[in-house]
């Protein structure tokens, strides 16, 4: 657990046994300041699949406007 822009966040990196064709994809989940509603569903957090050796940089980067 972390906090980005002030924001709950949490990286989620591959385990050795992840299977081979996730090619080494990691996550990064950051609560949005407010829902965001997309159709007719309301979201409370932002999900950026990357793989592992960027999600850190992207992460870094993120900013919500």
């Known amino acids: ?4 822009q002030n924001r ?3 990286f989620i990196f591959p385990s050795a046994d992840q299977p081979a064709e996730m090619n080494k994809q990691a996550a990064l989940i ?6 965001v509603r997309i159709g007719e569903t309301f979201y409370n ?5 990357a793989d ?4 850190r940089q992207m992460g870094g980067r993120l900013s919500f406007i």
């Open 1 to 4: 657990m972390m906090t980005i």
């Open 8 to 10: 709950e966040a949490c």
């Open 30 to 35: 950051v609560r949005y300041p407010r829902p």
């Open 45 to 49: 957090y932002f999900i950026l699949w």
């Open 52 to 55: 592992v050796n960027h999600i």
